[in-house]
């Protein structure tokens, strides 16, 4: 459906595109079983940074305070993309695997499942 | 000479509110009222526009003039009286800052939307209605910052609540909510405003704050509370004849009014959890639990609503369900949202005391002490061993409500809720299928949506790099106006100004 509007047309380019990130995007990302952090968290990084290094030096500081954190071995980790079942390459750089702007990242760590037998 | 005879009042009404307006002969009257047709609604009679208070500009302004003398009078014994010194505990603030910061300028919306809904309509009923609440709704913003102005001189974080109101990341939920509403047509803003927020949802809203206020001896909210009150019981009298109205004159009318109602509905509720965490976490005082507030304003009282339209052909608000499945869960989800990301908020928090989660416990059941009750435990250890939690990376953010996406998933609150949207140019993300269907019907509309985090990482934050250095950008002072409550000076000040005697600790200096 369309907006109901007065005059010739309606239609605007949205304010997130692309094109304003100067080359890097904006994308996401979900730590299942882990509802001590309350939403998915968002980044913004260069298309040629190596997975690897953005989930060791940009997320796992993030987590920091989650006694899971330091036992998380992202190789061995359950992975999607837009909520389908997907498997990346660490060693290869976020535009390698296909990641781009505005696309949405969660794992789910095997024998990690959070504290308090729900998930936090 | 003959003494003239006196007009009865519903002649005097007649007089005072009809034949105001004229059929224009310069230009077609479809060019000086543009606004009142384009969204499809169709007006056979405009005389058919009842006023149940038949209320005229002259009695008006007595009532109103009136009122205020009296506000005033107390709002000036409170001051002299260091009334704030009287409140039931200083976390109470939290409540006086999140009304300031996010519902005052609301008021000050809907002046602007009704006077410009009130010049767009073509009936003289109608625009007469619009031009009292647009007087009511400047006054209340008035007097709200009036009674508010006391707890300013005495309390951090309300210094700056214009400025804040543009741009902080919690008060775009509301800006966003009226902005949505005023950006629509005329029909479409009263049918949000009036019927859906205020006549279905402000039970949920008004009641809980001004009763909280008077329970945690905050004089100066409970007394312009009250002075709004029959302010209040016209708007929503409005709410409910304009959309009588729309669905009696045409029945091309009921399908348009019905996206209204679904749209507006869950908007409304979406920007009411702000309201149920006050209630639930930041009155020391409790009154009652949001999900009680749930099942009395909503579940008997509001479904009872809708089943009056029914004979109009309106059915249910869609997803009113999920929020009912929320009911139990939505105020402990939000507070650790606010807890976490406090360093970027103007308002303290903190971790409830053993009684509150007893009363939390009482209130909730089960889901509570298996759920939220352990989290709330971990947030205390960890803050008990110095290291406060924080979680200082920004958020995804919701592209219709713009609430940062904690909500768990209707069928299960252990898993993450997010729903992906596509527009030509980009993806979004919605918290929900009710929001999800809000973009889908205008996505034109939502993908112009100013998402804070986004902001940010665009580089159109003032150059904001991180959480604090945002925080300095909404002109908020880290740990003075953000962050935990204990050992804030909020917190410190109120000690020291109840300390019975004068302690030999530092704080007193």
């Known amino acids: 459906m369309t907006v109901t509007h007065l005059g010739e047309s309606y239609d605007f380019p949205s304010a997130n595109r692309e094109e304003r990130y100067g080359g890097d995007i904006n994308f996401y990302i979900q730590w299942e079983q882990h509802l001590l952090y309350a939403c998915p968290s968002a980044y913004r990084a260069p298309v040629d940074m190596v997975l690897r290094d953005f989930l060791e030096n940009m997320l796992r500081p993030d987590y920091a305070a989650h006694p899971d954190t330091a036992k998380v071995d992202f190789e061995k980790c359950e992975w999607k993309f837009d909520q389908k079942p997907w498997q990346p390459d660490l060693d290869k750089t976020l535009q390698e695997n296909g990641i781009g702007h505005m696309d949405y990242l969660q794992f789910r760590s095997p024998g990690l499942a959070g504290m308090h037998g729900v998930g936090n | 000479m003959a003494k003239a005879r006196k007009l009865g009042l519903k002649e005097r009404y007649a007089l005072l509110t009809r034949g105001l307006d004229w059929e224009t002969t310069y230009q077609p009257m479809d060019k000086v009222f543009p606004y009142d047709t384009y969204e499809g609604i169709k007006i056979v009679d405009w005389d058919k526009w009842e006023d149940p208070f038949r209320l005229t500009m002259d009695a008006y302004w007595k009532y109103q003039s009136e009122k205020e003398r009296k506000l005033y009078a107390i709002l000036d014994a409170f001051q002299q009286n260091n009334g704030h010194l009287n409140i039931s505990d200083a976390r109470y603030m939290s409540a006086v800052k999140i009304w300031l910061q996010g519902i005052t300028p609301l008021e000050y919306a809907a002046h602007r939307g ?183 304003y909503w579940e008997e009282n509001g479904i009872a609503l809708f089943n009056d339209l029914a004979r109009y052909g309106i059915r249910l608000p869609k997803h009113h369900e999920v929020a009912t499945k929320e009911k139990g869960r939505l105020t402990h989800e939000l507070w650790a949202t606010l807890y976490q990301y406090g360093n970027a908020l103007g308002l303290h928090t903190w971790v409830p005391e053993d009684e509150e989660l007893d009363w939390f416990s009482e209130k909730y059941g089960e889901q509570f002490d298996t759920m939220y009750k352990p989290r709330l435990l971990y947030f205390r250890e960890l803050e008990e061993k110095g290291e406060r939690f924080y979680n200082n990376r920004l958020p995804m953010v919701c592209q219709v409500c713009q609430i940062p996406i904690f909500y768990t998933e209707p069928d299960d609150p252990q898993s993450q809720c997010v729903r992906i949207v596509e527009s030509k140019d980009t993806k979004h993300h919605c918290c929900s299928d009710g929001c999800a269907d809000i973009f889908n019907r205008e996505p034109e509309k939502y993908v112009q949506a100013l998402i804070p985090p986004q902001q940010v990482y665009r580089g159109e934050a003032d150059g904001a790099r991180d959480i604090f250095e945002y925080a300095k950008y909404l002109h908020l002072e880290s740990g003075v106006d953000t962050g935990e409550y204990r050992n804030s000076p909020d917190h410190k000040n109120w000690q020291a100004w109840h300390a019975a005697t004068p302690d030999n600790s530092d704080e007193a200096a």
């Not at chain 2, 609540?161 to 047509?185: C, N, Q, T, V």
């Not at chain 2, 704050?209 to 302010?231: E, H, K, L, R, Y």
């Not at chain 2, 009921?254 to 702000?274: E, H, M, N, S, T």
């Open chain 2, 114 to 296: 009704f006077a410009h809904a009130g010049r767009s309509f073509r009936g003289a009923g109608a625009r007469v209605a619009c031009q009292m609440q647009s007087i009511d709704e400047l006054r209340h913003a008035q007097t709200q910052l009036h009674a508010f102005s006391h707890y300013n001189k005495y309390f951090s974080g309300m210094h700056n609540f214009a400025h804040m109101r543009d741009r902080a990341w919690y008060l775009s939920i509301p800006k966003s909510f009226f902005e949505d509403a005023m950006s629509a047509g005329p029909f479409e803003f009263v049918t949000s405003i009036s019927f859906a927020f205020e006549y279905v949802l402000t039970n949920l809203l008004f009641m809980p704050f001004v009763s909280g206020a008077a329970f945690n001896g905050d004089m100066a909210t409970t007394t312009f509370g009250f002075s709004a009150q029959s302010d209040e019981s016209r708007h929503m009298t409005l709410g409910l004849e304009v959309v009588k109205f729309m669905l009696e004159q045409h029945e091309d009318n009921v399908p348009i009014v019905q996206a209204w109602l679904d749209k507006w509905f869950w908007r409304g509720y979406r920007l009411l959890g702000l309201v149920g965490t006050m209630m639930d976490y930041m009155l020391p005082k409790k009154v009652m639990s949001w999900k009680e507030a749930w099942e009395m």
